[in-house]
């Protein structure tokens, strides 16, 4: 018998992906953990019946999340992630001497533990020295801290379930207060098809350009992504992330990526018309 992993993009959308097995399927206190082995995209993490690393396609996310702020800013030294369970964002970081502490706030330590067992390539710096994990809500977290972090990263789920607190108006106020003079925040920010999305994406704008003085958005492809397309939120309280990219002094660094490149960089700030026109900006 066939089996097939189906996940609802719209009403009138599904994305399915052949699996050869189920490798682990367990319930949290606050959501459902799956873990698949697919054909086409190798192992993937699914939560509450949302895809949300593969094998095959996690680099272009982490290297987008992760390179462009610290492209931005190399001067970076200590970062708050927020989420992230699967280790991805924490890997892209570790590649970076100069930063110097790590704080991961992960809500659920089922998804760390599945994620070290079965997505070791994701997995593989959780015990750098520099990352210290934390398991608490990242909203309650955040309200804490001040002018402690040069880097936030909000590497959430969707904008329900445990992950709805991480797209307010609070919450990005708190992110605003904990980061220092030169902070950068880039959080994940939804796709820019399907109502729900799309929403979700013109709201969480909306509340982030009335927070921080520099708010934009860039884009990636990532082809198990509703509709592909995706977008990243970046603010920052000084840094701009195309005037003040360090071109330069990042491509001496030697790191290698397989998706993010400066050049890569500069345009995924370029978005297309329709986008712009949902974000209302058309300058
Ligand atoms: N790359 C992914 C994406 O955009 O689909 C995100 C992956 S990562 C596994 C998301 C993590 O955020 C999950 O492990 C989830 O438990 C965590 N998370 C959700 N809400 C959270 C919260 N309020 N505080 C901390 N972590 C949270």
Redesign the pocket.
Known sequence: MELWYTEHHSDYVHFSLKVKEQLYSNQSD??HIAILDTYEFGKA?V?DG????TERD?FI?HDMIVHVPMATNLNVKSVLV?????G?TIRELCRYQGIERIDM????EM??EA?KEYLPQTACSLEDPRVHIYY????K?VRRKVAEYDLILV????PF???E??FTKEFYGNCYNALTEDGILVN?HESTYYDAYVEAMKRAHHRIKETFPIAKVYQAHIPT?PSGHWLFGYASKKYDPLTDLQEEEWNSLELRTSYYNTKLHRGAFALPNYVKEQLNENE
């Open positions: 606050f959501q993490l939560l949302c895809l949300m690393v996690e996310y927020i989420g992230a369970g699967d991805g706030v992960e809500i659920d998804v760390v994620c608490e809500d990242g909203l977290y590497d959430s789920t969707d379930g445990p992950g607190g991480l994940q992504y």
